[in-house]
């Protein structure tokens, strides 16, 4: 018997078609039946599988995007307020010049 990875197309293709039979359902993760659907109705991904990624490694790559823009939003607030920060401060110590 091969045993074959589930959330891929060739399991699909294999016939692994349906959600509930799929295992993958049961771990949370994507379907087989969920990644051809993609694969069929998604140019980007479609052409990462025809470029040889697995769609374990294409879904890897978008969690990790998807942290790193994370860290970048927060970078990009803490420094907002720093710079709020950093303005209030200047401009205190311009009022307390302009009273000494
Ligand atoms: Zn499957």
């Not at 040889?52 to 998807?66: D, K, N, V």
Request: some cysteine.
């Amino acid at each position: 018997m091969i045993t074959l990875t589930h959330g891929t197309l060739e399991a699909f293709n294999a016939g692994c078609t349906s959600k509930l039979n799929c295992p993958n359902h049961w771990a949370g993760e994507p379907t087989c039946k969920q990644i051809d659907l993609r694969y069929r109705s998604d140019y980007q991904f479609r052409k990462q599988i025809d470029a040889g990624m697995t769609p374990a490694q294409i879904l890897e790559a978008e969690r990790a995007a998807g942290a790193e823009a994370k860290a970048a939003a927060i970078v990009a607030k803490n420094a907002a307020v720093l710079a709020r920060r950093a303005q209030a401060t200047a401009a205190q110590r311009a009022a307390l010049k302009a009273a000494a």
